[in-house]
């Protein structure tokens, strides 16, 4: 099998990404699912919008089954997961842009608040 060398690359990044970093880029894939499946939606490509709109689910239900349960805030991070999820299904059943377009919007907020966070503790040095 031949791996091209943006593959290597890619392949490289998330190896040598930090848990942090790693997040991120689960978020910018969703994201970036998410933007392609509404795109599916207004072009009436059936196809595309359930191909990317299913990326976008299982990244997301990755996001929900990765939570540490040991912090608080994790109970309301899979009940905000478990509506995202439910907005893109009835996004693609229904070949609806607002259900994904309010999916989209909480995972663009909770992008950056992770981006705030992973700064605030980069800037903090980790005293583990």
Do not use: C
Not at 28 to 33: E, K, L, P, V
Not at 67 to 75: G, N, P, R, T, V
Not at 76 to 101: F, G, H, T, W
Request: glycine share 8%; charged share 20%; no cysteine.
């Amino acid at each position: 099998m031949i791996i091209s060398p943006y593959e290597k690359y890619r392949q490289s990044s998330v190896s040598t990404s930090s848990p942090g970093q790693l997040l991120i880029m689960l978020y910018d894939g969703a994201i970036r699912f998410i933007r392609g499946g509404i795109e599916g939606i207004q072009e009436q490509d059936i196809s595309k919008t359930n191909t990317l709109l299913n990326k976008a689910q299982a990244i997301v239900s990755e996001l929900m089954m990765t939570l540490d349960h040991s912090y608080a805030i994790s109970q309301n991070l899979a009940s905000l997961y478990e509506y995202i999820n439910r907005q893109l299904i009835q996004a693609n059943i229904k070949k609806e842009v607002a259900p994904a377009e309010e999916a989209l919007g909480y995972l663009l907020e909770l992008r950056e608040a992770w981006v705030q966070a992973i700064k605030q503790v980069g800037s903090e040095g980790y005293h583990g």
